[in-house]
């Protein structure tokens, strides 16, 4: 995940597409995201739908 981040920063699309390849579903990719890299400034691009509105809402009980 890191290397995909690094390959393509922003480009979500390219790094779902790789993810699939590798055998993961649609509904694995927000846990794979979680476990491996994280959410920081530089994977904040992965987090969309309905992943970023339980992570934002994470974010605002921790303030």
């Not at 509904?27 to 920081?40: A, M």
């Amino acid at each position: 995940m890191e290397l995909l981040v690094s390959e393509f920063p922003g480009q979500y699309g390219k790094v779902e597409n790789f993810i699939l390849e590798a055998g993961y579903s649609k509904e694995d990719i927000p846990s794979l995201i979680d476990r491996t890299v994280g959410r920081d400034n530089k994977t904040d691009f992965l987090y969309k739908g309905k992943h970023r509105q339980e992570h934002d809402k994470l974010y605002r009980k921790k303030k």
